[in-house]
């Protein structure tokens, strides 16, 4: 029964996109989500530290004053390239026009992200060696209040595609968000928008050591990191409930 609606709606959806054609974010190019092209010159397969943004090889943070920015268990940010121009066009799309196909390509990119950090490689491999650690995927949540509005947790869309490529689980209640803030894009100041953001979410999981195993690292998924704000906060309230190991993957940064 699933299938038939799913089909029924492609069939809507393939009809509708010959009347008014979908448009790649990026170029405008008909028939498109973001398009291979717009997609691959945004895609930045190095390193840098997030705070500062200097080329890095190992994929942490600067030693020194940009670590200590950061929360101590999370030892990692990585993105798919910068919050301008494709990106930023198909993440609002996505977001405030509803665009949810769009989550498909930016979970790619970002999965392509993780393949080029972890395996060294531009896109998926085919025997592909996965990295050290046992990892599971989990978005950043909305408030039930916003995503009631929304219809949808972008981060979630992008998660969910995202584990599939990389081939994790994908935990979407391990985190709660138990204030309703306002939005980070409106608060200018890095200060502001980390107090904006103070207590703001909850571990829904308090099992999640006994039932993953300690050595199980969380890759906090979200689709845009400005300030960090948003990853620090939630990276301290799981660092509250004893994960040791996160890593953020966000589509873009800036
Ligand atoms: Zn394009
Ligand atoms: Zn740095």
New binding site residues.
């Given amino acids: 029964m699933a299938r038939y609606h799913k089909s029924v709606a492609n069939i809507f959806a393939r009809i509708a996109d010959c009347i008014i054609p979908r448009r790649?974010?990026?170029?405008?190019?008909p028939h498109?989500t973001?398009?291979?092209?717009?997609?691959q010159q945004s895609f930045e397969p190095w390193i840098r530290c997030f705070v500062c943004g200097a080329r890095r090889t190992t994929g942490s943070f600067c030693p020194g004053s940009c670590r200590a920015k950061t929360p101590k268990a999370l030892k990692k940010i990585y993105w798919a390239g910068p919050y301008d121009k494709?990106l930023r066009e198909a993440i609002g799309q996505l977001k405030y026009k509803k665009r949810k196909e769009l989550a498909e390509r930016l979970g790619k990119l970002l999965a392509q992200k993780f393949y080029a950090v972890f395996c060294n490689v531009r896109s998926r491999p085919s025997n592909t060696s996965k990295p050290d650690f046992e990892y599971v995927v989990v978005p950043i949540p909305l408030h039930p209040n916003k995503e009631r509005s929304r219809g949808f947790n972008q981060a979630l869309l992008i998660a969910r595609v995202f584990a599939k490529e990389i081939g994790a689980p994908m935990i979407a209640d391990v985190l709660i968000k138990t204030i309703d803030t306002e939005p980070q894009a409106r608060i200018a100041s890095r200060e502001e928008r980390l107090k904006n953001l103070t207590g703001a979410f909850a571990v829904s999981k308090s099992d999640f050591n006994s039932t993953y195993g300690s050595r199980t690292s969380i890759i906090l998924v979200d689709d845009v990191a400005t300030t960090g704000a948003t990853l620090f906060e939630a990276s301290r309230t799981l660092e509250k409930a004893g994960i040791s190991t996160i890593i953020g993957f966000v589509v873009a940064h800036g």
């Fill in positions: 790649c974010a990026g170029c405008k190019k498109e973001l398009c291979v092209l717009c997609a494709a």
